[in-house]
């Protein structure tokens, strides 16, 4: 073999490699997806860790008692109406149960917003008393509206 041709299979093999080190576009949406559940998750600590140090002695069964009169009323007017929403935070990860409601009697915004301090004060809780749970992951229920009321769809999901 010729030094000229030599050279040719060092660049082809030299391209190869090139070719081989690249990440393949699913392999960065996985790292991007990751990178974004990190962020997210760095984000619900940092919230933990405000709503500990801004109202230390939280009362999360006052939190909790002012969010389900809010959602009180389930009546629907049609399947977009009924919602269902994680509250809380488990020591092993997960939500503590899931809300169901109606957009039709109950502000979104509201809902969500005390349902994000419950989840909060759970978890900075559960970080301060070092709280040790079932490592259950609850499964998330799906929601129907039958004679205009929001319910779970127990055919669907039989635990709840």
Do not use: W
């Not at 391209?15 to 974004?36: C, F, I």
């Not at 002695?57 to 009546?75: F, G, R, V």
């Not at 502000?107 to 978890?123: F, W």
């Not at 749970?133 to 129907?144: A, K």
């Amino acid at each position: 073999m010729s030094l000229s041709a030599c050279n040719d299979v060092k660049s082809d093999h030299n391209a190869t490699e090139t070719v081989k080190e690249q990440p393949t576009p699913k392999l960065e949406q996985l790292k991007e997806a990751q990178e974004a559940q990190e962020a997210q998750e760095a984000q619900e600590a940092q919230e933990a860790q405000e709503a500990q140090e801004a109202q230390p002695s939280i009362d999360i069964a006052s939190l909790k008692h002012q969010l389900n009169s809010l959602t009180e009323n389930k009546q629907c007017a049609s399947q977009a109406s009924c919602q269902v929403l994680p509250v809380g935070k488990r020591a092993c990860g997960g939500p503590s149960s899931f809300l169901v409601y109606s957009t039709d009697h109950a502000p979104q915004e509201e809902v969500e917003k005390l349902a994000k301090a419950i989840t909060a004060a759970e978890n900075a809780k559960n970080k301060k008393e070092m709280t040790m749970s079932i490592c259950e992951h609850l499964t998330q229920p799906l929601v129907q509206c039958v004679n205009q009321q929001c319910t779970t769809d127990t055919s669907a999901n039989p635990a709840y």
